[in-house]
């Protein structure tokens, strides 16, 4: 690879230890072989290749239904997106219920929910986006924290709102959700700031 402004020349090496490969039913897999070999002998590439009958013993077809992970996110025919969710929403109620016990400040609190609730969100929503319901979910829960509890003392509109305006920059997850699709649509426009 040439980079402009240097006399070497860098030379990478590239490793992926699991490829998944989505084939349909009608897909010949004599033809991803054929189109394998024709892409490594064009891009120089090297493919420790197993023979095709031990490829083919290993494969894991999954039914409709089942979720298989890839990259972060769960693909599949007619998955249960709740069922997706639930891990996640169960292991940030958990860190709440823990945290709870430390007795935070409301700023403690709200940071906390940005950290927990948000980071553990943020990705899986980007990738595979976020069920109504999860999102109902996350924002009683997240109530339920910040009020240890209690019935909420301020509107969930007032405590997202920034420190000048009164609030405590609050994290709304349907607002972030909703600015998640803003940016995948705008990254799929291709619509930058310039």
């Known amino acids: ?28 897999h004599n033809t991803l072989f054929q189109i394998l070999k024709d892409w490594c002998a ?19 077809i999954a039914n409709d239904g089942e979720p298989i992970r890839a990259l972060g996110a769960f693909v599949g025919n007619h998955i249960n997106e709740i069922n997706i969710w639930t891990p996640t929403l169960e292991k940030c109620e958990q860190l709440f219920e823990k945290w709870s016990k430390m007795r935070p400040t409301i700023e403690g609190r709200c940071a906390l929910v940005q950290l927990i609730a948000g980071g553990e969100t943020q990705y899986k929503t980007r990738v595979q ?3 109504a319901d999860i999102e109902k979910h996350f924002t009683k829960l997240i109530s339920k924290f910040i009020w240890d509890g209690g019935p909420p003392a301020v509107s969930r509109l007032i405590m997202r709102e920034s420190h000048e305006l009164g609030g405590k920059k609050l994290l709304d997850i349907v607002v972030r959700n909703e600015a ?14 310039e």
């Open 129 to 131: 986006g976020m069920p």
């Open 42 to 60: 064009a891009s120089e590439a090297k493919f420790n290749l197993p023979d095709q009958l031990e490829i083919l013993h290993t494969i894991k």
């Open 180 to 193: 998640i699709e803003l940016m995948k649509l705008q990254r799929y426009l291709n619509l930058g700031p």
């Open 1 to 28: 690879m040439k980079i402009p402004g240097q006399v070497s020349k860098l030379i990478t090496s590239l490793f992926a230890d699991d490829t998944s490969v989505f084939l349909a039913k009608t897909d010949d």
